[in-house]
């Protein structure tokens, strides 16, 4: 009798990475994977702890395992549990808690799943969070795009984020074994790989000496420079594009001070490489940029922003940002809401702050009301519908190409522009994780219609 597993990720693209390669640990044991809304033997909920409200869906989410099946066996691993393993260990049902290094080892902590009396907890210290875990998409993780990790933790002090403790410090994956495992992937048919980590722009990893893309060079020359050659990301891209096929690169999200030119230019000449970064703000006054600990200010910020419109024609940049910081004061987050409603962005992903424990801005003065927080919250995601309804709008009339996604919905395909557009059209089978070429028509709230250009719609990358 085969044993069912179902998951459940909180957060980011990374922890769907991170989610996935757990997932196949259980596949190779003969775990059926089903959906979390159907009963399971087992439930494994990678977590997340950017956010208050992240903390509490935790809860909610192990709730709902259990009303699925009172006698599954539930297992609460990632950054929330890194962070807090002893509040989840008290969740009525929990069996088991793992930190952010045990979750990959999973099974050589878990003997067997019946449910216990009480939670067992398997958290290393963050100082010994030092080992990079290799996590990309896989079977187990039904998707046309793969999300591929290739760096992981973060050195940056920023006063707001718990990040850096749960994840340790900023590690890379070696570059010989990102080529190798990009190349696995394109092989298993994904059409974009979707590079994320805590801080993907941070990159940074020694040239394997076995590493040779270009078998025609003199090795003997190279080999002591090759060895200890330092690769960022830059660098990092170029190996990877070097790879002949069909695919295209997406970079999840980016820190502004570490997005440099030589970035930009590459996607500004290669079709493989996405037209689109996502770029961290978190606010537009100078002076909470301070009290966060940024590394940047507001004029680095535009004369970036204006850098990749100016290269990249019809680029999609998004931006993440924070209200309600200790100290944002009514006039500082209308600095924030004017600087970015007259810079020529995409999209916003707007986040309230949340006091979180083992901060340095918890002990910041000048703390928001929460309804303000929200009615600031708002406002920001009314002006990012408003920016990506005229971003969309600028689309129409003109040809995108378009990765369609494994859906029928509705009688509709529906799949993302290399500028990151969301794009729909009347549902082709043989189109499905295939790059396409329409023209756009007309756009329906958050989502823009195509017509597939005739003679010329599978193309090559």
């Known amino acids: 009798m085969s044993f069912t597993v179902a998951f459940h990720t909180l957060g980011c693209k990374l922890n769907f990475a991170e989610t996935s390669t757990i997932g196949e640990q259980f596949l190779q044991r003969g775990f059926s994977i089903v959906d979390y809304s159907e009963k399971a033997d087992v439930y494994v909920i990678n977590t997340c702890t950017v956010t208050e409200h992240a903390d509490k869906e935790c809860r909610q989410v192990v709730r709902r395992a259990l009303r699925n099946n009172p006698d599954a066996f539930v297992v609460v691993t990632g950054c929330y549990a890194q962070l807090q393993p002893e509040v989840i260990s008290k969740i009525d049902g929990v069996d088991a808690v793992l930190g952010s290094s045990e979750k990959f080892n999973l099974f050589n902590y878990i003997e067997n799943f019946q449910k216990k009396e009480l939670s067992c907890i398997y958290v290393s210290p963050t100082e010994e969070l030092n080992f990079f875990n290799s996590s990309h998409s896989t079977i187990a993780d039904d998707r046309t795009r793969a999300f591929f990790k290739v760096q992981d933790g973060c050195d940056y002090k920023c006063t707001f984020c718990t990040i850096p403790l749960a994840r340790g410090k900023s590690r890379s994956m070696n570059p010989d074994e990102v080529i190798q495992q990009f190349q696995e992937l394109l092989s298993h048919g994904y059409k ?266 599978l193309i090559k990358m």
């Open 192 to 457: 974009e790989i979707v590079l994320t980590g805590v801080n993907v722009g941070d990159y940074s990893a020694l040239l394997n000496h076995n590493l040779d893309l270009n078998p025609d060079h003199d090795q003997e020359q190279d080999h002591e420079q090759e060895q200890i050659q330092e690769i960022d990301l830059y660098r990092l891209l170029k190996m990877m594009l070097e790879i002949e096929g069909d695919y295209r690169i997406r970079v999840s999200s980016i820190e502004p001070n570490l997005l440099n030119e030589e970035v930009l230019n590459l996607a500004a000449n290669d079709s493989r490489l996405a037209k689109h970064f996502h770029i961290p703000l978190q606010s537009g006054s100078y002076k909470v940029l301070r009290l966060m600990q940024r590394r940047y200010n507001t004029d680095d910020y535009k004369k970036l922003i204006y850098m990749l419109v100016d290269k990249i024609e019809d680029v999609g940049i998004g931006v993440d940002v924070i209200v309600g910081f200790p100290g944002e004061t009514e006039e500082d987050f209308l600095d924030t809401y004017n600087f970015l409603r007259d810079l020529p962005i995409s999209y916003l992903h707007v986040f309230t702050y949340s006091e979180r424990p083992n901060t340095k801005s918890i002990q910041m003065p000048g703390k928001v009301d929460v309804i303000e927080r929200k009615r600031r919250n708002n406002m920001l995601r009314i002006l990012s519908e408003k920016k990506r309804n005229e971003f969309y709008r600028r689309m129409i009339g003109k040809e995108l190409t378009v990765l369609f996604e494994h859906e029928n919905m509705d009688g509709f395909m529906k799949g993302f522009s290399s500028n990151y557009v969301r794009v729909k059209n009347p549902f082709i089978k043989e189109y499905i994780n295939k790059f396409v070429k329409v023209k756009i028509r007309e756009v329906d709230e958050n989502i823009c219609t195509g017509e597939l250009i005739e003679n010329v719609s």
